[in-house]
Every structure is written in C-alpha cells, then in structure tokens.
T-cell receptor
Framework: DAEITQSPRHKITETGRQVTLACHQT?????MFWYRQDLGHGLRLIHY???????NKGEVSDGYSVSRSNTEDLPLTLESAASSQTSVYFC??????????????FGQGTRLTVV | DAKTTQPNSMESNEEEPVHLPCNHS???????IHWYRQLPSQGPEYVIH???SNVNNRMASLAIAEDRKSSTLILHRATLRDAAVYYC????????FGTGTRLQVFP
C-alpha cells in the first residue's frame, strides 16, 4: 500500500545544530507540505512544494528550508536549531488535481526537541 | 486564505448523531470546504470535502449551506473512536488549519 513516512519519529538536538527531518511518500503525489504543531494549537504551514524543483514559503518559514529533487521526498532542514523550534512536525502529500479537490495524506509526525 | 470559525469544543454521547458547525462567511467561489480530524498523538486524517453540494462518504456527511457561508459535518453515530479535534478548512491549493473543535464522546 502507498504511504507517507517521516523519520526520525523522535529527535533531540542542541541549539545551533543543523537538523534535517525526512518525509517520503510512495503515492507519486506532486504536492508535498510541511507543518508544525505546538502544544494546544492547530497546524501551521512551514513550506510546500508543487513538484520537483518547486518550493514555496508558508506561514512560518523563517529558520527552515526545503528542497525537492525528486517526487517522493521533501526533506525539511532547520539551519540552526532554536528552542522555539521544539515542536511536532507533520508532512503531508496530495495529488495535483483541480486545486482544492483532493485529499491530503499526513505522516505520523516527528517530535523534535531542541535543548 | 479565507478563515473559518468553529466552536472550541463539543460533547456527544456514544451512538448519537453529532453535528459540527463551521462558519466561513468570506468563502470564495473556488474554495473547497474540507474537514480533517486529528486523534490524540496522530497526524490529521481526511474526513470529507465538498464544493457546493452535500457530500456523503463512509465516515461522515457534509451539509453545505446554499450560500456556502457555513457548513456542518455530520457524524451519524458517534463512537468513542470519533473523539478528536475536527478542523474545517477552506482550500484552493493548500490546507491552512485553524484551531478546530475538540469533540468529546461519552459512553
């Protein structure tokens, strides 16, 4: 079965270190998204991509970057981790059918702690 | 992106129907109305979406007002597993989440 997987599921890192969170989907979806969710809040969009070599900034993109070199993967990089980036991160993907007329599939999340 | 307004929380008893309301008075003609839910410690899960007409699937029904300024997610018989945060989202190409409605289901 097709799926979307995130790795690692849990990570602890130190302030100032570069961290990369992986997202891999096997649906061959063009659209991929990264969100963060803080305790008691909804999800906020960090970056998204509509296809290979395409990346776009979301609501809270400062301190994060993404690159899309193939259809299956959209890694999220924290250039210099900060305590404010302690959060749960979710990756999602969807087909690029008529905009809005498709469901998105979410990964199980990566819990990142910056100490 | 157009905004939605949902109650912070709702309660239901098991096996009763649940109507979760959502207001979206600034909806545009191209916005699809999406509903997702998030169970504890899990990623969001797609529930249903629609544009103008009411929609049914195995999980729920979506009733859309004629002027499209509001919609209602209907769970026909709530189960304990339906306890989650339900998000109503207007989508043209990406999902922008609000704070959602926390649904509690009591035995």
């Amino acid at each position: 079965d097709a799926e979307i997987t995130q790795s690692p599921r849990h990570k602890i890192t130190e302030t100032g270190r570069q961290v990369t969170l992986a997202c891999h989907q096997t649906w061959n979806h063009n659209n991929m998204f990264w969100y963060r969710q803080d305790l008691g809040h909804g999800l906020r969009l960090i970056h998204y991509s509509y296809g290979v070599q395409d990346t776009n900034k979301g609501e809270v993109s400062d301190g994060y970057s993404v690159s899309r070199s193939n259809t299956e993967d959209l890694p999220l990089t924290l250039e210099s981790a900060a305590s404010s980036q302690t959060s749960v991160y979710f990756c999602a993907s969807s087909e690029s059918v008529p905009e809005g007329n498709t469901e998105a599939f979410f990964g199980q999340g990566t819990r990142l702690t910056v100490v | 992106d157009a905004k939605t307004t949902q109650p912070n929380s709702m309660e239901s008893n098991e096996e009763e129907p649940v109507h979760l309301p959502c207001n979206h008075s600034t909806i545009s003609g191209t916005d699809y109305i999406h509903w997702y839910r998030q169970l504890p410690s899990q990623g969001p899960e797609y529930v249903i979406h629609g544009l103008t007409s009411n929609v049914n699937n195995r999980m729920a029904s979506l009733a859309i007002a004629e002027d499209r300024k509001s919609s209602t997610l209907i769970l026909h018989r709530a189960t304990l597993r339906d306890a989650a945060v339900y998000y109503c989202i207007l989508c043209t190409d990406k999902l922008i989440f609000g704070t959602g409605t926390r649904l509690q289901v009591f035995p």
